[in-house]
């Protein structure tokens, strides 16, 4: 089992950025791959970026490519989400997810583990 806690979200201005952090406690490889996934009031929780074990494999969806990046220690144990060129768009709460898996995926029924979620509001 591990146990996931976000931090870093928070209110900005469109075109302003946050780092968004996930904490990884209890079973590393659980959290073997790591994903970050959103969702906005009235819609379905949707994918965001994924990294695996080696933190050598990414993946975005295509509407934060170019402006996301998702990374994480040496130790595996804290993901983070860098967020630039934030749109008013971008505003949900963001999750934190992990799998034992060392295959990326971007489903979020792949992901077993989650943090509570942190909210991320991009005012326009």
């Known amino acids: 089992q591990v146990q996931l806690v976000e931090s870093g979200g928070g209110l900005v201005q469109a075109g302003g950025s946050l780092r968004l952090s996930c904490a990884a406690s209890?079973?590393?490889?659980?959290?073997?791959?790591m994903g970050w996934f959103r969702q906005a009031p009235g819609k379905e929780r949707e994918f965001v970026a994924a990294?695996?074990?080696?933190?050598?494999?990414?993946y975005y969806a295509d509407s934060v490519k170019g402006r996301f990046t998702i990374s994480r220690t040496n130790a595996k144990t804290t993901v983070y989400l860098q967020m630039n060129s934030l749109k008013p768009e971008d505003t949900a709460v963001y999750y934190c997810?992990?799998?034992?898996?060392?295959?990326?995926?971007?489903?979020?029924?792949?992901?077993?583990?989650w943090g509570q979620g942190t909210q991320v509001t991009v005012s326009s």
């Open positions: 990294i695996s074990w080696s933190g050598g494999n990414t």
């Open positions: 997810a992990s799998r034992g898996s060392f295959s990326l995926s971007a489903r979020a029924a792949d992901f077993p583990s």
């Open positions: 209890g079973r590393t490889i659980s959290s073997a791959t």
